[in-house]
Every structure is written in structure tokens, then in C-alpha cells.
């Protein structure tokens, strides 16, 4: 008896993988031309848009009726090569004629990532952790002028932390402010595990410089907790125990991202975000951000006009286009591209993650940003065929 249960899961093992595949490949596909910017692209695995490449590719969403999309090709921005060399084929090349053409040909546009390349992150002799020059990024001219040619044709905007802040010129970004309705506070903000430079080499060495320029050159930080720094590099940070009762930001989801988007009502987010003022009266509010201060904390947050709660996934979705802005890296997760070949691999899930670490953003790929991004993509699909 026990040698046939061995058997059996020797069987699953190898055959079930298979069986996977087999129904992922027999899945038909559907075409959804999409383009993607991203301007943050250090190595051709586009770790910026890994993500919704992921959620194409498993939802079999093509960019013709055959060809699936290519992660390292089929968007606009940076590309890297080897030896240090690149190639830019960002919108900012096309002609207003061409972004015509572009908006008409796209069913959707997302904007992954605008922060960019710098000189210390493209050659590698250079402090990673220290800002310097930029090689490319911002949100241009021609991106805006884009955006205004998809909103009017009603389609598909999908965009995410970092689209407007820096290093976005300031009358672009009013530009996209006035054109959603969603405006930037100048905030964004990370949590740390440890605070501790000398623990944790992930600390931005800027950060702590501007931190102790108004702090009396001090930096006495060693527990876990969360910074926010704004647009004039001021820098203010809660603190594990002294300013919050939990380290952790968490997303918090209403009834109808729930029901409507498949989204938890609470999921722990340890990465960048930005602080965002949508208006309500155009826009609806799916999730927020919620930060665990204490009244010590609180304090600290009102000092700097900071809220302790602001929109992670603001929506407008109406006959006159369909927006969404994503207040986190929501696309950059640690996963692999490899398993979106395989169907129904959302059921092993708990195997791609362990939540006694707090650090890890595979869980917020497979609980949120998932079944987020697909139940957008069904339902949008759904609108172009009828």
C-alpha cells in the first residue's frame, strides 16, 4: 500500500506539471495589443513589468493573433546590452503622426516604471546606493501627449508609482494631475526591515544624509520601520515601536475591489509607494494604505502633512475612458515568467512564498496584483467584444 502512494505522487510529480502545460497551451488566445512603458529596465528579464508580462502571458493575451508578448522587447524605453551599452526607444522618437497611429492600434497603455536609469545603477564601478546623473527617464512630452490620445479614445490606462514623481518635469506631471484628477503630494516612502545602516546596505545613502541635514547629523535608527522622503529631499521616519505599533504598511481593500477585483481585504506591502490626493468626485478609491502609527507617530505624519491612510488603487471607470493608478511598484514582484506557462498554477501558490518574512513580495504578486490585473484585463476584454 505504501509503495502504490509513492508511486502515485511520483506520477503527480512528473505528470501533473505536463498536464499543466498542455491545457496552458491549448488555451486559446485572444489578442490585446498593449503598450507598455517602461524606463527602468537594468536587465533584459524587465524585472519593472515582470509582473503584468506574467499575467499576459498566463491569461494567453497576445500582441497578434499568434505572437506572445516578449519581455524583453515589446515594450518602450531603455534597453540594455552587454558591455555597458544600451539602446533608448522610448515614445519620445515617434512623431505626433505616429502617436496617432499608436493609439489607434493599442487596446491599452500601462505605465510600468519612469523613474529611470542613473550613471551609478548602468556602470557597475558606481555606488548603486548614491544618486548621480541620468541616463533616461521622466515622464516626456510625448508620453503625456499619448495618454491625451487614449483617454479620448476611451481605452485602457493603467499607471503606477513613480509615473510623476521625480525625475518627471513639473508641468508634465500637473499636466497628468489635471488630466486624472489625481494629484501627487511630493511623499513617497519604503519600509525597512532594519534601519540600521550598518545591518542593512539597501538604505539609500542620500536618505540618511538628508535626514540627518535637519536632524542635527543624527541618524539613531536601529529597529525596522518606514521613511518618507519628499520632492525637496526632506525626510522624516517612523520607527518600529516608538512611532508604530506595526512596522508593516497594509493594503486595505473595500467591498468592491472584493468582490469586483478579487482583492484580500488585508495584504502587508514592503516596498516603494507614493503618497496620493485623487479627487473623489471623479475618482473611486478600490484600496488604501494603512500606517500603524501610534500617537507619537501621528504626530510626526501631521507634522509634515503626511496622512496615515491615502489610496493605494484609485479607479475611473466610466463610458469616458477607464484609468486606474496603482500607488505602489505594484508590477515589480520576484517571480519567475517561467510558471506562467503552466494553468491553474495559482493553487500551489503558498509554494512561491513564505509569509514569516516580512521582506518578501511574491505573496503580494499571487494574492493581489494577480487576480487584480487579470479581472481588469478580463473585463476590459469583455467591453472590446461587444
Request: proline share 4%; with cysteine; aromatic share 16%.
Amino acid at each position: 500500500m505504501r509503495g502504490r502512494i509513492i508511486r502515485l505522487i511520483i506520477i503527480c510529480i512528473v505528470f501533473l506539471p505536463l498536464l499543466m502545460w498542455v491545457v496552458w497551451v491549448v488555451t486559446p488566445k485572444t489578442k490585446l495589443v498593449a503598450a507598455i512603458i517602461d524606463k527602468t529596465v537594468l536587465t533584459k528579464e524587465g524585472q519593472e513589468h515582470i509582473s503584468l508580462n506574467w499575467v499576459l502571458n498566463h491569461e494567453r493575451y497576445t500582441k497578434t493573433s499568434k505572437d506572445a508578448y516578449d519581455i524583453g522587447h515589446d515594450y518602450f524605453g531603455f534597453f540594455p546590452q552587454s558591455e555597458e551599452k544600451f539602446r533608448i526607444k522610448g515614445l519620445e522618437r515617434f512623431s505626433l503622426n505616429q502617436l496617432e497611429q499608436l493609439s489607434i492600434d493599442a487596446d491599452m497603455i500601462y505605465f510600468t516604471d519612469t523613474y529611470g536609469i542613473y550613471n551609478n545603477e548602468w556602470y557597475q564601478h558606481r555606488n548603486v546606493n548614491e544618486r548621480s546623473g541620468m541616463l533616461y527617464g521622466g515622464l516626456s512630452n510625448k508620453d503625456i501627449e499619448i495618454l491625451r490620445l487614449m483617454k479620448d479614445k476611451h481605452k485602457l490606462i493603467m499607471a503606477e508609482f513613480n509615473t510623476i514623481g521625480s525625475p518627471t518635469m513639473s508641468e508634465n506631471r500637473t499636466q497628468f494631475e489635471n488630466m486624472f484628477k489625481l494629484k501627487w503630494t511630493g511623499w513617497t516612502a519604503r519600509y525597512f526591515n532594519n534601519l540600521d545602516p550598518k545591518v542593512n546596505k539597501e538604505i539609500p545613502q542620500w536618505l540618511i544624509r538628508n535626514y540627518k541635514k535637519s536632524h542635527n547629523n543624527r541618524w539613531p535608527f536601529k529597529r525596522s520601520g518606514i521613511a518618507f522622503v519628499n520632492d525637496n529631499d526632506q525626510v522624516t521616519i517612523l520607527e518600529d515601536g516608538v512611532h508604530l505599533t506595526n512596522p508593516l504598511p497594509h493594503i486595505i481593500t473595500n467591498n468592491y475591489g472584493q468582490e469586483n477585483l478579487s482583492l484580500p481585504e488585508k495584504i502587508k506591502y514592503p516596498f516603494w509607494f507614493d503618497v496620493m490626493v485623487p479627487d473623489q468626485k471623479v475618482n473611486q478609491i478600490v484600496s488604501k494604505f494603512e500606517i500603524s502609527a501610534n500617537e507619537k507617530g501621528l504626530k510626526e505624519l501631521k507634522k509634515y502633512g503626511i496622512p496615515s491612510e491615502f489610496p493605494a488603487v484609485t479607479m475611473h471607470r466610466d463610458r469616458d475612458y477607464t484609468f486606474y493608478y496603482f500607488s505602489g511598484d505594484f508590477s515589480d514582484n520576484a517571480i519567475n515568467i517561467t510558471s506562467s506557462y503552466f494553468k491553474g498554477v495559482s493553487f500551489f501558490q503558498s509554494f512561491f512564498y513564505s509569509d514569516h518574512d516580512p521582506m518578501e513580495r511574491a505573496s503580494f504578486f499571487w494574492k493581489f496584483y494577480r487576480p487584480m490585473l487579470t479581472d481588469i484585463l478580463d473585463d476590459y476584454n469583455e467591453t472590446l467584444q461587444q
